[in-house]
Each structure stands twice: as C-alpha cells, then as structure tokens.
C-alpha cells in the first residue's frame, strides 16, 4: 500500500517540509524544501505566511499522514514557546483537513536515521538521503523534515510487523 507522509521541522522562520512516498518497506523522495517567512515581520504575520504555504503544500500533495517533530526547551524558553507556536500551526491544518499527526522527539529522528541519537545536521541529512535515494542540498530544515518523514515511515512498519 502506498502511503505520502508529510515530515515537518517547525520554526518561526524557515519551515522544513520533506515529503516522502512509502511502498511496502522503501521510501522515495517527493520533495524536500524550506518554507520561509518575511524576516522582518512579526511573529503573527509571519505564521500567518507559513500557514497560508503549507496549506498549499497541503493541497498539492494530498498527504495520508503528518510527522512533526516534538518540542524541546534548550536554553531559551522563549524559543521553544515560539516554535510550538509554530507547531499549532501544523496542527491546526491537520486538524482542517483530517490528516492524523505524529510527534517524534528529536533523538528519536537521529536514532532511526543515523543509528545515533545524538547525530548532527549535517550526519542526518547525508543518511536520510541514502535512505530516499536522493542527494538532499535544499537546507538543514528541509532535510531534518524527511527525516522526521523517515522516521514515521519506519515506526508504522515496526508497528505493523509488531501487531502480525
């Protein structure tokens, strides 16, 4: 059965969107780019133009899933607060068009790509595009987002292999 998964890194300004096509056990890449947002504006307008893109991208590809990496507080709250702003921006599109989203932590993402949780940008973005079969040069964000696509394609078919 073939399945699109949607993977998203969430952010204020700049918005990883990798998009994947699951067939049995393999992967392929759809697409892979970074949303961004007029820099100088402010936060408001700003998610208001990410939503207004990813819905598009919504429309456009029509996928069966969305996977969105989970929120974490490093050193600025502030940040974190406003990424998961950021994030209720993915939920709010899923919720509108019915989509079912999953959230997975950041070591999570690294773990299932790389095999090390504590991987850098740049380890996760050569391995998730030796696991799509495609060379990922559209930015640190949007390689992060097929990972995350990844990483969900690979945790349904734990599941599945699991539940026989």
């Known amino acids: 059965m073939e399945k699109i998964i949607l993977g998203i890194d969430p952010g204020t300004h700049r918005l990883g969107v990798g998009i994947i096509k699951k067939q049995g056990s393999s992967v392929s890449l759809i697409t892979a780019e970074t949303l961004r947002a007029p820099s100088k504006e402010a936060l408001y307008e ?12 919504f429309e456009k590809y029509n996928p069966h899933e969305c996977a969105i990496e989970d929120i974490f507080v490093a050193d600025n709250p502030r940040s974190a ?28 993402v690294k773990q ?50 699991l539940s026989c």
């Open 46 to 57: 700003r998610l208001a133009d990410l939503y207004e893109k990813l819905d598009l991208l």
């Open 81 to 108: 607060f406003q990424i998961g702003v950021a994030r209720g921006i993915v939920f709010a599109l899923c919720i509108k068009r019915g989509i079912k989203l999953f959230e997975y932590a950041p070591a999570q």
């Open 112 to 161: 299932t790509v790389t095999g090390h949780g504590r991987a850098d940008k740049e380890q996760v973005r050569k391995m998730a595009g030796v696991l799509v079969g495609s060379s990922l040069d559209s930015g640190l964000d949007a390689s992060d987002a097929v990972a995350i696509a990844i990483c969900h394609a690979s945790q349904t078919r734990l599941k599945s292999l």
